[in-house]
């Protein structure tokens, strides 16, 4: 009874061995190529080209809210009929501008919000450089409010102002993304990252060899 | 009506509320948090509609308002106390006790996650969801991040 007993063991921490080294290996390997993934990203060129091209996007945020220069958005962002904007993008289009253009998409939206972040900015600082002229530092009550008024009752944003350059900014945010899939389908990759502070959603298409974000749709604040 | 040197109160009590676990704890904590610590400085309650954003108040659990917990209702609500709250042009600005808000990329114009500063010159920030104390201000935050910096007066 007791051999029997210890042959059924073995015979069991063989089998659970064997289940672990299938399951690691299916872990490892998941894709009908054959390439090798880590949580469900692919170690190809196109991969590599899609997470450079996310990158790329912050910079050029930052760039758009140290300048109020959104001129290169057009070259990482795109409208793709396929794409539809989420509802509270075209709320928020709705809201700074009172309409959804037709065939509005992503590249519309990003270029909208630093207009209207722009707008806001503006305002601050015409009515700080008026305060200063009058040798203030601050905005007097009635300052604000017309301001406040003049950006449709929401208080603006002022401008980007960081100590560290947008380069050394583009490293940081190198160490902050963390990709938890790509996935690629001919010209059109569907993606999932974490960029320090929120996990995204985002569509990526390929045009003209090139890959350009046509929506991100944000799934939860997560930190920083 | 001013409490003895507010932002320093503000500020011990920031670190005593960062000791022990939040005594509210509302989804997405970080204004419930940033709302106990000016309340906790001696910013009194205001009204009793939880739905207008000119009121701001928790009487318990039940009956609080969106602008206690809710991250653009209370910048609505600073916004429209400008003799209580002073927007300034960058977190540096800011003293301890003092608020700001954050609004990542993908950007949207509305703020998404509050903190409150606890150094001198925006050194640092105290913070929940996720909790962070005595962090630079600016750490961890998304390249491309816009804030709006406010200064209590009160």
Known sequence: ?224 | MATIIPELATFVKSMQLLKCQPILNHPGDCTNYVSQVLHAGGYPYRGWNPWDIWHWFHYNYWYVSETWYNTPKINQYFSLYPNEFEYRGWPTQLNKGDIFLFDFPTRDNIPDHAAVIVGNGGGLRDQHTVPRKRVPWDAFVPQGTAYWSVHVKW
């Open chain 1, 1 to 224: 009874m007791g051999k029997h007993r210890l042959a059924l063991l073995v015979g069991l921490a063989i089998l659970i061995a064997i289940g672990g080294v299938v399951l690691l290996g299916g872990l490892g390997n998941n894709s009908s190529t054959g390439e090798v993934i880590a949580g469900g990203v692919p170690d190809t060129e196109e991969a590599q080209e899609i997470q450079a091209t996310i990158l790329q996007a912050y910079k050029l945020y930052d760039i758009a809210g140290r300048t109020f220069d959104a001129s290169q958005f057009p070259s990482v962002f795109v409208n793709d009929p396929d794409v539809p904007l989420t509802r509270d993008q075209r709320e928020r289009l709705q809201e700074w501008f009172g309409a959804v253009p037709e065939n509005a998409g992503y590249l519309t939206y990003v270029i909208a919000c630093y207009t209207d972040f722009t707008r806001g900015a503006k305002l601050f600082e015409e009515a700080m450089a008026n305060a200063r002229a009058k040798g203030r530092d601050y905005l007097t009550p009635d300052e604000w409010r017309r301001i406040v008024e003049l950006h449709g009752g929401r208080p603006p944003a002022p401008r980007l102002q960081p100590s560290m350059t947008v380069e050394d900014a583009q490293e940081m945010q190198k160490t902050l993304m963390r990709y938890d899939l790509i996935d690629v389908e001919d010209d059109k990759a569907r993606v999932i990252f974490d960029d320090g502070a929120t996990l995204n959603k985002a569509t990526l298409v390929r045009r003209g060899g090139k890959w350009y974000i046509a929506g991100v749709e944000r799934l939860a604040v997560t930190g920083p």
